[in-house]
């Protein structure tokens, strides 16, 4: 809807009174002093930003045939010229604001329903918010599940609850036997580190940009995806290449390690990776073809991939406005979870395994619990999409980087963003926090940020000062990872190499 539709609606709205801005307010100071015509512009104004606070609040269904039922129920028009799908559900949100929710679900007596209302009566719009704004009354609505999402809900509170009591057990150690000195001067020590990062080796990795890269759990390979549809595994340090991957037919977009690769409670699946044309491949070690086929995600491009810390499940966003969880055992799909009103990008997975953080091209991040299906936190902050979203080791910290060029930190516990770093001069592509440092406390010392303005960045966590930039690409980076020790970084990038970083030769 445009600004020019939405200050016409306004207009009618504030003089039946259902859009007020308060006249004592002092976003009205001086108004009553101005001429009537630039006084009741700015109150149109004014009326315009507060209409637009309380729809971001609204939540409606993110299936576009209900979306049009509603629109049809409450006598609008169904679709306006040029208008897609994320124009009618934002459109729709202006509307519930204006009239009510209680506009749609009143119908006039004997109205008979036609099918799309009647599937869409099953849901709920979204929430309804009083004329002050004082008061927000929201509505959850539930897709049924299979009984293989109950059996793997059960299973991952079983398998995060034991891992988040060892996790809190151990940082209680660590910070009551750790004196204040010790834990500030190996934080001085790690900065002092990192400063010195320099390049120690750089390889070309295709014929054509590179999308992601990825180390192995035991730091002795990297995986990089490419835009020639090819998937690589390279060994480190000598970035020799040791298996090529051939499988997908369009771009390949995301590579991901197993959790357990490399490692001697390995299984057949070493790799998962995904493309533009939303095929989803798991890969061995022992062949270049691939061992299993993910479908289900056809046509859209699947963007990002990642490993439940399990390795029993497997995540994938898709650009259908949702993303989904796969159980490997089970070997089917068994969560689609929509909520985002664009594109989904990218996913994290909480380092006990309770929770998933993602981050969409509609500029909010949602952090999932996996055991309730519950949104528990929204991220909101971000004035355009977020390209890259991460868990810290400390599982209360949280990193979302975005097209607005900064990246923000947030506390999960106290569920607010802390800080916003004023990263780059581009897109960050990623954001990724320092492997946990002291076992299983979760001690992180950095914040590692990529961008496309050809550099990446280093910054000190917890009080996000800079500590070293990191340039040497001739393009954007698309992608970077930390080794598990912390002993090298790696970045790819739109110049068709990547490059190991680290403080002296590996």
């Known amino acids: 809807m445009s600004s020019g539709q939405q200050m016409s609606i306004l207009r009618d709205s504030i003089k039946s009174g259902a859009i007020d801005v308060p006249l004592g307010s002092a976003l009205l100071d001086g108004v009553a002093s101005q001429p009537p015509e630039q006084s009741e512009s700015r109150?149109?104004?004014?009326?315009?930003?507060?209409?637009?606070?309380?729809?971001?609040?609204?939540?409606?269904?993110?299936?576009?045939?209900?979306?049009?039922?509603?629109?049809?129920?409450?006598?609008?028009?169904?679709?306006?010229?040029?208008?897609?799908?994320?124009?009618?559900?934002?459109?729709?949100?202006?509307?519930?604001?204006?009239?009510?929710?209680?506009?749609?679900?009143?119908?006039?007596?004997?109205?008979?329903?036609?099918?799309?209302?009647?599937?869409?009566?099953?849901?709920?719009?979204?929430?309804?918010?009083?004329?002050?704004?004082?008061?927000?009354?929201?509505?959850?609505?539930?897709?049924?599940?299979?009984?293989?999402?109950?059996?793997?809900?059960?299973?991952?509170?079983?398998?995060?609850?034991?891992r988040a009591r060892a996790r809190l057990d151990a940082a209680r150690a660590y910070?009551?036997?750790?004196?204040?000195?010790?834990?500030?001067?190996?934080?001085?020590?790690?900065?002092?580190?990192?400063?010195?990062?320099?390049?120690?080796?750089?390889?070309?990795?295709?014929?054509?940009?590179l999308s992601y890269c990825q180390v192995s759990p035991d730091g002795s390979q990297l995986a990089v995806s490419s835009w020639s549809g090819l998937c690589q595994v390279w060994r480190l340090p000598q970035c020799e290449l040791a298996l090529t991957l051939r499988g997908h037919k369009t771009n390949a977009c995301c590579v991901a390690w197993h959790p357990k690769a490399t490692t001697p409670e390995a299984g057949p699946v070493a790799l998962a990776s995904s493309s533009l044309d939303g095929a989803v491949k798991l890969w061995s070690l022992d062949s270049e073809s691939p061992y299993a086929e993910l479908d289900g995600h056809e046509p859209y491009r699947v963007s990002r991939l990642a490993w439940h810390p399990s390795g029993r499940f497997l995540g994938t966003c898709v650009f259908d406005y949702s993303w989904r969880l796969w159980d490997l055992e089970a070997g089917d799909e068994i969560l689609h979870q929509e909520g985002h009103s664009k594109e989904v990008y990218d996913i994290a997975f909480h380092p006990d395994g309770s929770l998933a953080l993602t981050g969409g091209l509609d500029s909010f991040g949602r952090v999932w619990d996996l055991r309730t299906g519950r949104c528990v936190m929204l991220l909101e902050g971000h004035q355009r999409s977020v390209l890259s979203v991460a868990?810290?080791?400390?599982?209360?910290?949280?990193?979302?980087?975005?097209?607005?060029?900064?990246?923000?930190?947030?506390?999960?516990?106290?569920?607010?963003?802390?800080?916003?770093?004023?990263?780059?001069?581009?897109?960050?592509?990623?954001?990724?926090?320092?492997?946990?440092?002291?076992?299983?406390?979760?001690?992180?010392?950095?914040?590692?940020?990529?961008?496309?303005?050809?550099?990446?960045?280093?910054?000190?966590?917890?009080?996000?000062t800079p500590i070293h930039q990191l340039s040497g690409h001739e393009s954007r980076l698309m992608?970077?990872?930390?080794?598990?020790?912390?002993?090298?970084?790696?970045?790819?990038?739109?110049?068709?190499?990547?490059?190991?970083?680290?403080?002296?030769?590996?």
């Open 43 to 162: 109150r149109e104004m004014l009326a315009l930003v507060e209409l637009r606070r309380k729809t971001r609040q609204i939540q409606v269904s993110t299936d576009d045939r209900e979306v049009r039922a509603y629109l049809r129920q409450l006598g609008e028009p169904i679709c306006l010229f040029g208008e897609d799908a994320a124009d009618r559900r934002e459109r729709l949100k202006t509307l519930i604001v204006l009239h009510g929710e209680s506009a749609i679900r009143k119908r006039p007596a004997g109205a008979s329903d036609s099918a799309g209302d009647s599937e869409a009566a099953a849901s709920t719009a979204g929430a309804s918010t009083s004329a002050s704004g004082a008061a927000i009354n929201k509505e959850l609505w539930y897709h049924e599940g299979p009984e293989a999402l109950k059996t793997g809900r059960l299973w991952l509170a079983e398998y995060s609850l034991p």
């Open 175 to 209: 910070y009551a036997n750790t004196p204040d000195s010790v834990r500030k001067a190996r934080h001085l020590e790690w900065q002092n580190n990192l400063r010195s990062f320099a390049i120690q080796a750089s390889q070309i990795g295709d014929s054509r940009p």
């Open 391 to 464: 868990f810290a080791p400390n599982g209360h910290h949280m990193a979302t980087g975005s097209e607005d060029n900064g990246a923000k930190l947030w506390d999960l516990r106290k569920q607010v963003c802390l800080y916003t770093v004023p990263a780059h001069t581009s897109n960050v592509s990623k954001v990724l926090f320092q492997p946990g440092s002291s076992g299983a406390a979760g001690i992180s010392h950095f914040l590692l940020t990529a961008s496309y303005d050809g550099s990446a960045r280093l910054w000190s966590h917890p009080n996000w």
């Open 479 to 506: 992608c970077a990872d930390i080794a598990p020790d912390s002993r090298f970084i790696v970045t790819c990038g739109f110049d068709r190499t990547f490059k190991l970083w680290a403080a002296q030769p590996i």
